[in-house]
């Protein structure tokens, strides 16, 4: 059978199950599966045990070999095979992140609207599971010649810190090639580095009561709240300055002031088209008159250092060739006892290196009454364009798409910074949800939402993709003997 014969017979095959594919992920959607910190039988809590053990009975009902390691993270290989043959992986998650407030649809309860599904999951990235499920499906109901084996991979931990793929990488053999569909095609060869840093005063605050915002590390929160006490000079000013905005509410409530900032929330790497709540309500509370001048200076340093989504005011606005600017978001504030802090998702270029970014924060903060307390590191994954994996995943996108799509470098990460020979690769295809109001529709935010026929697209070309990285493997083979 030929090239164009089997993309034909597949694209057949994907369409007579298209109803089924949808079903499967509806039912994965329908679990809440928020990463947290849980038991030693369930150490990313009961929505991500329980989601697992759901996917592993689907990958079991498709004839696969399923395993559950732990409640860390699930495989499923197409065929039991000996560990010295050679495989290729497909690297799925099934957490995801809260589901925040401003939903149309419910996020749990997935609606298919205009060739979308809605929910909290459907893109990032149970999409992807189902994806490589129908991957192996058709490799093996088409009966699909492939020498390597084909391992699917359920993780648990993917948006809060990818414990569980460091777990797998001290307990595996790698495979010799991996594609992870948490992104869109063509591939993406390069993640930016990842520094969680967090900033606190070096001063409490004196009349700001509470302070808070954000829920998950790579989101970029759309709500924060300050609670001060009732002085009616304040409260006047405030309520005052509130006219006419509708980002802004001013309350009293038990001999307090309440006030909420309303912003537009995002994921942390890409900050276009969101509004900060952090940066909302610091920008809002500086310019209060009534409130304590030390507390109106935290405020005032505060909005400037997360008022830029490119790190200038930290001293690190780099940038270089293959991943172009860094990029700095605010995604959580809270207060130890009365001392406020803030953390930052750094996403820094390929080339760069943590040590120099904390050594030019460091001499910006310190002037400014500010010190680093806490910094978790996760290195750049960077592999070169010209490498016989990135290009031999572009020249099969190519051909079975007829695009020209270029590859590219990403300011978030995913499971490929983990593993070796590893990529982002499709998942979905780029196409948003238009019909849903601004804010709405991509990952991390309100009514997220795949287009269904992308779905439909990435599995076609997985199937070709393992295809390709079979014929790569058995060349290297012959290279290396």
Known sequence: MNRQELIGQLEQYINSHRDDIVEDLKSLVRIPSISEEGTEEK????????????????????????????????????????????????????????????????????????????????????????????????????KIPLESNLMLYFGCNEEAGMKDAERFAKEHVMPDYSMVPDLFFPVCYGEKGSLKLTLQSTTEFKQILEFHSGKAENMIPAKAEAVLPYVESL????????????????????????????????????????????????????????????????????????????????????????SGKLVCSAVKAQMDDNIPEIMFSIRYPVTDYRERIESEILKIIDEKGFAIKSAVNSDPMYIPKDDPYVQTLMRTYREVTGKDNQPYVIDGGTYARKLKHAVGYGGGNGVGADFLPKGHGAVHQPDEARNIQGILDAIKLYVISALEIDELIKKRGKTEG
Not at 62 to 77: D, E, R
Request: charged content about 30%.
């Open 43 to 142: 150490p990313f809590g009961e929505g991500c045990a329980k989601v697992l053990d759901y996917a592993l009975s689907m990958a079991e009902k498709k004839g696969f070999i399923a395993n559950n390691h732990g409640n860390w993270y699930g495989t499923a290989f197409l065929e039991r095979r000996k560990e010295d043959e050679s495989l290729i992986g497909i690297f799925s998650h099934l957490d995801v992140v809260e589901p925040g407030e401003g939903w149309t649809y419910e996020p749990f309860d997935p609606v298919e609207v205009n060739g979308f599904l809605i929910g909290r999951g459907a893109g990032d990235n149970k999409s992807g599971a189902v994806i490589g499920l129908y991957t192996m499906q058709a490799i093996q109901e088409l």
């Open 235 to 322: 409260y006047e000013e405030a309520k005052s300055r509130e006219k006419g905005r509708t980002d802004i509410e001013i309350s009293k409530k038990d001999d307090k002031i309440v006030i909420t900032s309303k912003g537009i929330g995002g994921h942390s790497a890409i900050p276009k088209g969101t509004i900060n709540g952090i940066w909302l309500l610091m920008d809002f509370l500086k310019d209060l008159t009534a409130l304590d001048d030390s507390d109106r200076e935290i405020c005032r340093v505060l909005a400037e250092f997360t008022g830029d989504t490119e790190g200038r005011p930290l001293g690190i606005g780099w940038e270089d060739e293959p």
